[in-house]
């Protein structure tokens, strides 16, 4: 059965950083790509960005380029998300999920149960 857990979210200040990291138990990641969604109040589920395990490819929605980052975590089967010059439209509960190809952002699944992102003005 595969698990996704998330952490790192927090409070923080318009233009600050914050890390996420998503650990993964159930399969081995090594095969598949990893991705990070996020949903903000009142709106839909949104694409953040991808990685492909294999060959570190990346993914992100226009929304995010050159301020957030992802890759593989320090531990093994884990991925992280760092997110630097953070607005307040950032804020969100933000899951991993995890896909076969990090172009293919509709077939991600296998949710994990989020981390609040809150950024301040």
């Known amino acids: 059965q595969v698990r996704l857990v998330e952490s790192g979210g927090g409070l923080v200040q318009a233009g600050g950083s914050l890390r996420l990291s998503c650990a993964a138990s159930g399969l081995l990641v090594s095969n598949y790509a990893m991705g990070w969604f996020r949903q903000a109040p009142g709106k839909e589920r949104e694409f953040v960005a991808s990685l492909m395990w294999t060959n570190r490819l990346t993914m992100y929605a226009d929304s995010v380029k050159g301020r957030f980052t992802i890759s593989r975590g320090n531990d093994k089967n884990m991925v992280a998300l760092q997110m630097n010059s953070l607005k307040p439209e950032d804020t969100a509960v933000y899951y991993c999920?995890?896909?076969?190809?990090?172009?293919?952002?509709?077939?991600?699944?296998?949710w994990g149960q989020g981390t609040q992102v809150t950024v301040s003005s």
């Open positions: 999920a995890v896909g076969g190809d990090y172009r293919r952002i509709e077939n991600f699944g296998s």
